[in-house]
């Protein structure tokens, strides 16, 4: 798909004012000349004819037609004259020219600026699209002779000129900062043609594969150590709370024996379970009597599981 450059210069080839047929122009090239061919007709003279096409042929050069959204530059033996339209307008035959036509509406141009070198030495290719108007035609077309490719060169220069100045991080994050400042550079070289850049967009940041590669792995690397401090510091807030429960523990013996009849029944409520208690915590909480009945009723079960898968 041809870039914005490309179509301008495409463009460059093509005639700077292609005639334009209008209907007024045609009336005015049939009328003489018909009454022309009817005077040859009623006289037998072929000058009326004559005449009359060469009548016509001058008049249909006078009228001409901008559109709504164009202004048409009038030169009159070379000299500015001034700006005519949009709609109907007449010029003097021969001696009037249109030099353009210009159109005033919002134009959107795509630039980019390839490989180009970063603060921090990092190669990048940057796609913009340019949103610009012609607020002055007389100044577009008088101060500078092809301003659509002078909007988009100068565009390119501040785009380079940013990116040489920016580093990588930057322009990856603060793409809006760095659109205000390439509108604003822009604008400063187009003003005195007579062109205001209404918007300037970012599309694309393109760095190398093995650069990415890079700051995938930091990236993944930071949430890793990242996962690591919340892990830490839910351990630290954990130990707290085992160290609040157990001052909560020291002068209440009986609120202790609850809490390790509790765990024993979480631990043994289902069948089959199996715990694992501390020696230490048999002696110092007095857990050998639960421990024991808990072993007997454990016991107990299993007998009866085994009769039962006997009678089956």
Do not use: C
């Not at 001058?58 to 709504?68: E, G």
């Not at 009849?261 to 409520?269: A, I, Q, R, S, V």
């Amino acid at each position: 798909m041809p870039n914005g450059l490309e179509l301008i210069q495409a463009k460059r080839n093509l005639p700077a004012n292609p005639p334009r047929a209008n209907v007024v122009s045609a009336l005015a090239l049939l009328v003489p000349a018909g009454l022309g061919v009817a005077a040859t007709v009623v006289t037998a003279n072929p000058l009326g004819a004559i005449v009359g096409i060469l009548l016509g042929i001058l008049l249909a050069q006078s009228p001409k037609v901008a559109k709504q959204w164009e202004k048409a530059v009038v030169l009159r033996l070379g000299k500015y004259v001034g700006l005519r339209g949009p709609g109907l307008f007449w010029i003097v035959p021969l001696i009037d020219s249109v030099s353009a036509y210009v159109d005033q509406r919002i134009i959107t141009t795509s630039f980019a600026a390839e490989q180009t070198l970063t603060s921090d030495t990092v190669p990048v290719n940057v796609d913009a699209v340019l949103f610009w108007m012609v607020y002055d035609a007389e100044k577009a077309a008088l101060e500078v002779q092809d301003y659509p490719q002078a909007v988009s060169w100068a565009a390119q220069t501040a785009l380079r000129d940013i990116i040489g100045r920016t580093s990588l991080s930057e322009l990856l994050r603060g793409r809006e900062r760095i659109e205000d400042e390439l509108q604003q550079l822009i604008d400063q070289r187009s003003n005195p043609w007579g062109v205001t850049v209404q918007s300037v967009e970012m599309r694309d940041v393109i760095i190398p594969d093995s650069l990415q590669d890079a700051m995938s792995r930091e990236a993944q690397a930071s949430r890793e150590k990242q996962a690591r401090i919340i892990l830490g510091e839910a351990e630290v807030e954990i130990a707290h709370m085992f160290e609040t429960a157990a001052k909560s523990y020291e002068g209440n013996p009986t609120a202790l024996h609850l809490r390790a009849m509790n765990m024993l029944y979480e631990g043994l409520k289902e069948k089959g379970a199996l715990m694992l208690v501390p020696s230490s915590a048999v002696e110092s909480m007095g857990m050998g009597g639960l421990l024991g009945a808990a072993a007997l009723r454990q016991q107990k079960l299993t007998q009866l599981d085994a009769k039962d898968e006997e009678a089956l």
